[in-house]
Nanobody, 114 residues
Framework: QVQLVESGGGLVQPGGSLRLSCAAS????????MGWYRQAPGKQRELVATITSGSSTNYADSVKGRFTISRDNAKNTMYLQMNSLKPEDTAVYYC????????WGQGIQATVSS
């Protein structure tokens, strides 16, 4: 399988932006559908966005038009650009190799607050 490590995140005010990165190890990264999930305090983990090996994307309605998922297969890296952030976007964000049970990154905190 693959090992996944998130970076980026942090504290930003409402309306601001953050860019998350997910670095993957493993030679099969380029053929995997990947995704970003998030878990807000007191809520279940939810799917935010997915991207296929051919860079076809899908987004949750709550982030559509504000977030952009992308990947660079040559660098074994996936990204989540988050713009126009709202307090309700505050969550731990997780990188995921969609086909593999247990293939999660460690999670990274994004906090949107004034």
């Amino acid at each position: 399988q693959v090992q996944l490590v998130e970076s980026g995140g942090g504290l930003v005010q409402p309306g601001g932006s953050l860019r998350l990165s997910c670095a993957a190890s493993g030679s099969i990264f380029s053929i995997l559908t990947m995704g970003w999930y998030r878990q807000a305090p007191g809520k279940q983990r939810e799917l935010v966005a997915t991207i296929t090996s051919g860079s076809s994307t899908n987004y949750a309605d709550s982030v559509k038009g504000r977030f952009t998922i992308s990947r660079d297969n040559a660098k074994n890296t996936m990204y989540l650009q988050m713009n126009s952030l709202k307090p309700e976007d505050t969550a731990v964000y997780y990188c995921k190799a969609i086909p593999f049970i247990g293939s999660w990154g460690q999670g990274i905190q994004a906090t949107v607050s004034s």
